[in-house]
């Protein structure tokens, strides 16, 4: 959408049909600053894994790390 008037237009619309979970996916919001980098080596074979999945979550293999690791922390 370029300008004010086609956002209107599509909220004129009716979304009903449009609005189903199909048409979503999560966001993540960081709101903790990143004020610090580590470095970590694993194989090639488990980076093109990791690589592979974030890719087929529509994430940067980097954010993927970290979900997995906050996932692993809770």
Do not use: C, R
Not at 2 to 23: A, F, I, M
Not at 48 to 65: D, L, R, S, T, W
């Amino acid at each position: 959408m370029k300008t004010d008037q086609d956002v209107e237009n599509l909220l004129e619309q009716d979304l009903s049909d449009y609005l189903n979970k199909e048409n979503f996916s999560s966001v993540n919001f960081e709101l903790v600053p990143k004020n610090e980098s580590v470095t970590i080596e694993m194989s090639s074979q488990l980076l093109e894994k990791v690589k592979e999945v974030a890719k087929q979550k529509g994430i940067n293999y980097h954010i993927f790390i970290k979900e997995a690791v906050e996932q692993a922390l809770q």
